[in-house]
């Protein structure tokens, strides 16, 4: 059974920083590209950031500067650093494994809440 756990969220006032973990289970994690995706009120889910098996990242141009995401291959977690919290980046925040090669399977996390206010 494959889970994706995600820990780390909470309430950060602006200009503050929280870490994201997610640890994954019941998947070969090398085989997974990984990401982190949120989801706001009233708006659509967006991907925030994701890493390859091998380590290259991508995030969407809101959170570049601000936000990191690492992967620990031997313990099957990755990780999201995110500094400099803005109102704007309070979001349900998911974890998302993708598998690289095919047969391609999505599996996701239950999601962890990040509320950025004073």
Not at 50 to 65: A, C, E, Q, R
Not at 81 to 108: F, G
Request: glycine residues 12%; charged residues 15%.
């Amino acid at each position: 059974q494959v889970q994706l756990v995600e820990s780390g969220g909470g309430l950060v006032q602006p200009g503050g920083s929280l870490r994201l973990s997610c640890a994954a289970s019941g998947i070969i994690f090398k085989n997974y590209n990984m990401g982190w995706y949120r989801q706001a009120p009233g708006k659509q889910p967006e991907l925030v950031a994701v890493i390859s098996d091998g380590g290259t990242t991508n995030f969407i141009n809101s959170v570049k500067g601000r936000f990191t995401i690492s992967r620990d291959n031997a313990k099957s977690t990755v990780h999201l650093q995110m500094n400099s919290l803005q109102p704007e980046d309070t979001a349900v925040y998911y974890c998302n494994a993708r598998k690289i090669l095919p047969p391609w399977y999505d599996y996701w996390g239950q999601g962890t809440q990040v509320t950025v206010s004073s």
